[in-house]
């Protein structure tokens, strides 16, 4: 049973930085892709950045291109999520989550283990 633990979330001012960890126990962590989810209020939850097992491949959604950066320690079986710039509209609660696959992907089905959760909010 894989459990993932997300923590370094809170209040940030617009411009403000955060930097999300996801901390996997069980499994084998560098087998596996791993993304970072976020969900607003009355939205759908969406991938923010996605890595490959090796970390040889990130993917970012547009919106957070050039501010976020995910990243992985393999040997500590953590991934973690740079926040930078950051905006109101990045409001939202993030999660980690690990697929089945190696490779990058992009969709909620996609990812079997998910963690609880962590709450960022950006003031204006």
């Known amino acids: 049973q894989v459990q993932l633990v997300e923590s370094g979330g809170g209040l940030v001012q617009t411009g403000g930085s955060l930097r999300l960890s996801c901390a996997a126990s069980g499994g084998t962590f560098s087998w596996y892709s791993m993304g970072w989810f976020r969900q607003a209020p009355g939205k759908e939850r969406e991938l923010v950045a996605s890595?490959?097992?090796?970390?040889?491949?990130?993917y970012y959604r547009d919106s957070v291109k050039g501010r976020f950066t995910i990243s992985r320690d393999n040997a500590k079986n953590t991934v973690y999520l740079q926040m930078n710039s950051l905006k109101p509209e990045d409001t939202a609660v993030y999660y980690c989550?690990?697929?089945?696959?190696?490779?990058?992907?992009?969709?909620?089905?996609?990812?079997?283990?998910w963690g609880q959760g962590t709450q960022v909010t950006v003031s204006s």
């Open positions: 989550a690990r697929s089945a696959y190696g490779y990058i992907r992009f969709k909620v089905e996609e990812y079997d283990d």
């Open positions: 890595i490959s097992s090796s970390a040889v491949s990130t």
